[in-house]
């Protein structure tokens, strides 16, 4: 069975702009939660979804924002981009059946922001 | 809110030595408990979970944790360290009794001399 991907990889911006990331959850799992990793704050907790609706909420700024469609695939968008957005961003997958699921990651997409 | 420490930044080890890295929590009821891995450039690989019952888990390449409630404690351990175990390590807890929402460790380091 495939793994989690993430898409794209690698990203460079510039301040002010906006991105949007991809990730594809395994098959048949139908919960994508995001997390932001930096070296300063460590691994921190953006949001998550599960059929479509934000179940879960981190605490980040509004700028960030995320959607799931029906495939369960997920973006997240970043507006308004800061150099403090520079980060590996992971996602996760998981049944969604909450209790004792567990959460696979991908790869990451690692975003700089000059 | 729950919280995790890892109380070691980075470790150093020989190949063949045993290893035990240290993870405390902070929560009101049975945690459930995470340890994962990630080697450099790569997204986070789960080592092992505790939800409830044999205090001992196993886990993949070799590794084992204990829970030990009285300590507020979730050790990872391994009797003999190999050079591929260099990465990084993240204990973490999910949040209000389930295995959404994680909140991770600052990390622990292992490095390994051969």
């Known amino acids: 069975k495939a793994g989690v991907t993430q898409t794209p990889r690698y990203l460079i911006k510039t301040r002010g702009q906006q991105v949007t990331l991809s990730c594809s959850p395994i098959?048949?799992?139908?919960?994508v939660s995001w997390y932001q990793q930096t070296p300063g704050q460590g691994l921190q907790f953006l949001f998550e979804?599960?059929?479509?609706?934000?179940?879960n909420k981190g605490n980040f700024p509004g700028r960030f924002s995320g959607r799931q469609f029906s495939n369960s695939r997920s973006e997240m968008n970043v507006s308004t981009l800061e150099l403090g957005d520079s980060a590996l961003y992971l996602c996760?997958?998981?049944?969604?059946?909450?209790?004792?699921?567990?959460?696979?990651f991908g790869p990451g997409t690692r975003l700089t922001v000059l | 809110a729950q919280s995790v420490t890892q109380p070691d930044i980075h470790i150093t080890v020989s190949e063949g030595a045993s290893l035990e890295l240290r993870c405390n929590y902070s929560?009101?009821?049975?945690?459930?408990l995470f340890w994962y891995v990630q080697s450099p450039g790569q997204g986070l690989q789960l080592l092992l979970k505790y939800f409830s019952g044999d205090t001992l888990v196993q886990g993949i390449k070799g590794f084992e944790a204990e829970f030990k409630r009285s300590q507020s404690s979730f050790n990872l351990r391994k009797p003999s360290v190999h050079w591929s175990d260099a990465a990084e390590y993240f204990c973490a807890v999910g949040d209000s009794g389930t295995a959404s929402k994680l909140t991770f460790g600052t990390g622990t380091r292992l490095q390994v001399t051969l």
């Open positions: 098959s048949g799992h139908r919960s």
């Open positions: 929560y009101g009821a049975t945690p459930y």
């Open positions: 996760a997958s998981s049944l969604g059946s909450g209790g004792t699921d567990t959460q696979y």
């Open positions: 979804y599960f059929s479509e609706t934000q179940r």
